[in-house]
């Protein structure tokens, strides 16, 4: 079978190359295939039925929370793009330009949104008159565009998918809220549909998106130690409002400017999916988001009966809701055994005559191995029930709790520099927590000094210390530290 | 009341002037929003739930016959789009060029997908080696973009929503199959969800999609007599295989060339539910998908108990997954009426006073204008049985009859040139039928003497004539003429 070749190239071990082990599950889970344009590649149905998974509890958060879908045009005109100093600062050097249309030279060119507050601001211009026609919550699906140099699967690409929110309110009090409200969806979806523990924080100043008055994010900590954003919430004042003259008359008669937010996450989820819970036989699923939440391998399946019991439990399972698949093709079991390890599908069931002998099949959980027989008893109930709790519960909390452990293993509590360097000389890279007196400049010697930067100042503040890592002046905040993706 | 003014502007004629009041409905059902990059548009939050519900079931068909989505980069360096021919013609005119990222020229400048034939060709080359890797079934939902001169609202614009299935086969006959069976869900699509009649056929060699063998279309006509093109599929034998170097291993292991189809609707779609349905009071939404299938209006919402009623009303409905809404707004039910029939939005159900007295509400159907009083029994289940009735089958099957019945009163079987004219001048646009000998000089005469286009050879062919309508020699086919939007 040309096919089992494959389950000889084993991957390359996390342990001995972490970026490689990456790469390899990326190719070899069919996740993404490159194209011949450099940092573009194809997302391929697996990862993309992932990214849809995503969507559809990520949409259902953002419509119960009010939020409506819109669709802006992927072209920002030059000269819209300006409008506000700090954001095309901020993002002109890394846009695409679109100068011909056919075979006419524009007369002002056009970038491919890398991000469209200026698309929704000049909307919002039209649209916007009185205090009834606010607040308007929207969001769109789409891909956008950032001309990155070096480029990295589901990471950093030219293109990517996400969805991008942009909110407009009366006062500044109400714009605030909803920054905070959606960090909030983003956490709760990363710790409950992703079992991956995110820590929810500020950016200090340097570190804020262009044209923003506070950006908040959540942070989460990769298998290896390094950091990764996994969502941003930022809060712009009525700074685009006043750039792009968006104004209302509120129930005073008075003309004013309302508030704004945006926020959004990205496909990087999935790299952040891998990073956090996979290892050396390929991806783990949260059962959430796999597209294929069950697998069914049947054990001689030319014996007689093994199809047909294999079939009714596919029937029972499906029944409920649950995504199962059937593997029957003519592969060998170990060949299915270790495919269907590479995609991390969250739970195996095997079913053998032996198995149907003893009126039971094996089911094998993904993260950590285990494997249980479950007696097959009237319409398959307890066998339905099992997966259905291993799915909603025992596995999404049993991995949460793994990429947890990790997290907490590295992370290190420093009061000096010297601290930081040893801790991670000693124990390799992980959030480093440490106290800040709030100055630049101690920002930027840290990162000099010992390679990490500041990646949030946590919500949750602890008192480690009373004076900054860095200069010994009296602290301002506990910040959360690591090297970044 | 600010908002109460809208009343007082009403929408041009249909009748007046057809074009105005498209544009009229477009901006005032609040679908479109124009921007400052000619040719590309917001679609406003109400128009783009339209689209999820298009996509949503789309999707569902496409899944359920084997397809998977993927989503490929949207660039295409100009040196791809080439390798096709025909391909490299046809859309080479009409495309957005990216030539620079940040400050630098790029070398290969790149195309913004027009269409992704040529990316989907360049995946398959690497994805497809041997027969077990056929076929590929895939689909993507993205946008795309053509740089037309003139742009109408979702009838023809630079940017544009869609989906585009590519498909890829180990035989000829497979993909002849599969572009037929997806010419039929598109059609069953229409006609069931949309209530919108169409007519399947080929289209002539002149105007095929540039690099296929051979072109299907569905075909629809608008209330104003003229024709609209409502989904494509197309058949591109092996040739984009052999420009693109794709082959596969047979069975008896020789080297050959796959064959391959594409296929798509656009946001168009919305343009053609507009203006087959549409009337003098704006849309007219067929129930699958409305955004809002079935809206409350209470009476005299402040006496006492209207609006606990119609809240219960609303639950009750939505308990049936009825997508519907309760404006308790201060706008006045005049207001309201006006709103909801500009929204296009199915039922209606107003309930007041008098009618909480009566135990009844009264049912307004968006379509015919009809109303009937319905009963508030025990957890109002006449009513949700009313409604769902209504949605399902009544409303449907009579937006459908009624189309049907515009599009058979204007479709004139003629057997020479002047009859079309004739037929046109004294009864309007339409849909002729009309034999054609195969020879395109006769198409192109037939159009610039009569200003009909061959819009599809239909699939169901009548007998008309002997003879070409246009030379007198015999006849080939029965063509369906008429004005294309």
């Not at 590649?41 to 259902?60: C, F, K, S, T």
């Not at 294999?310 to 698949?325: F, M, Y």
Request: aromatic residues 8%.
């Amino acid at each position: 079978m040309a096919k089992d070749k494959k389950l000889v190239e084993s991957i390359t071990s996390m342990d001995e190359d972490f970026a490689q082990w990456y790469t390899d599950i990326v190719k070899k889970a069919e996740l993404i295939e490159y194209t011949s344009v450099k940092g573009c590649m194809v997302i391929r149905p697996y990862a993309y039925a992932i990214w849809e998974n995503i969507q559809h509890i990520l949409d259902g958060m953002f419509k119960a929370t009010g939020h409506e879908n819109v669709c802006m045009p992927m072209f920002i005109p030059e000269s819209l793009l300006q409008k506000e100093k700090d954001h095309v600062e901020g993002f002109a050097p890394e846009v695409a330009w679109v100068t011909m249309g056919g075979s006419e030279k524009l007369e002002d060119r056009l970038c491919v949104r890398p991000t469209s507050e200026t698309l929704f601001c000049e909307h919002y211009a039209n649209i916007v008159h009185s205090y009834r026609d606010l607040p308007k919550l929207y969001n769109q699906w789409v891909s956008v565009v950032r001309w990155e140099k070096t480029t990295r699967p589901f990471l950093r690409s030219r293109e990517f998918l996400w969805q991008e929110g942009h909110t407009i309110h009366a006062t500044a009090q109400e714009a605030i809220e909803e920054t905070e409200r959606m960090l909030n969806v983003y956490a709760d979806f990363c710790e409950h549909s992703l079992a991956m523990p995110v820590i929810k924080g500020r950016k200090t100043e340097s570190d804020k998106f262009a044209g923003a008055v506070a950006t908040y994010a959540i942070e989460a900590l990769m298998h290896d130690g390094k950091a990764l954003q996994a969502g941003t919430s930022h809060y712009f004042g009525d700074g685009f409002a006043k750039a792009f003259d968006i104004e209302y008359t509120d129930k005073e008669n008075k003309r004013v400017n309302p508030h704004q937010t945006s926020w959004g996450v990205t496909t990087r989820l999935i790299g952040a999916i891998i990073m956090t819970h996979g290892d050396n036989s390929g991806l783990v699923l949260p059962p959430a988001v796999a597209p294929i939440q069950a697998v069914i391998v049947p054990i001689a399946q030319h014996k007689e009966g093994v199809l047909e019991k294999a079939n009714q439990l596919a029937e029972a399972l499906k029944a409920q809701g649950i995504r199962v698949k059937l593997d029957d093709s003519d592969n060998s079991p170990g060949w299915k055994f270790a495919e269907y390890e590479m995609k991390g599908v969250p739970v195996r069931i095997e079913i053998g005559p032996k198995d149907i002998e003893q009126s039971q099949c094996i089911v094998a959980t993904r993260y950590n191995g285990e494997k249980q027989p479950v007696a097959l008893d009237e319409a398959y109930g307890t066998l339905v029930q099992t997966v259905q709790q291993l799915l909603d519960k025992t596995i999404p909390e049993g991995m949460f709790a793994k990429a947890l452990e990790n997290r907490t293993n590295r992370t290190y509590d420093c009061t000096s520099l010297e601290e930081i360097t040893r801790a991670l000389e000693e124990k390799g890279d992980g959030f480093i927590m440490a106290m800040w007196c709030g100055d630049e400049a101690c920002e930027d010697k840290v990162k000099e000094v010992t390679g990490v930067g500041s990646r949030c100042i946590p919500m949750e503040q602890r008192h480690i210390a009373d004076t900054c890592v860095c200069c010994g002046k009296p602290a301002k905040h506990m910040v959360c530290w690591g090297k970044a993706y």
